[in-house]
């Protein structure tokens, strides 16, 4: 068989990387929500969409125009003789 002969590459830090990682600290593993922190998340979400369908509910009736003659409000004048 044929055999490869190492020679030396410069930077052979960087042709080592994938094996020595040296002093670099590795991150604490990810904590995974439990059920009363996904319950918040729903909750807060729930009450954000249901704010926003609430002004959209009460924010399109005061936002159309009254010349519709059923929906304006007349008032009649007395005249007095």
């Known amino acids: ?6 020679e030396p590459v410069p930077f052979a830090s960087i042709a080592e990387a994938d094996r020595f990682r040296g002093n670099v600290p590795v991150p604490p593993p990810v904590k995974r929500a439990g059920i009363g922190e996904l319950a918040g998340r729903v909750l807060v979400g729930v ?3 249901a704010g926003l369908v609430g ?3 009460f924010g399109i009736p005061a ?3 009254a010349d ?3 929906s304006a409000q007349h008032t009649e004048t ?4």
């Open 1 to 6: 068989m044929l055999r490869r002969r190492r």
């Open 47 to 49: 009450l954000i969409v």
């Open 55 to 57: 002004a959209v509910a």
């Open 63 to 65: 936002l159309q125009l």
């Open 68 to 70: 519709d003659p059923g």
């Open 78 to 81: 007395v005249r007095t003789p």
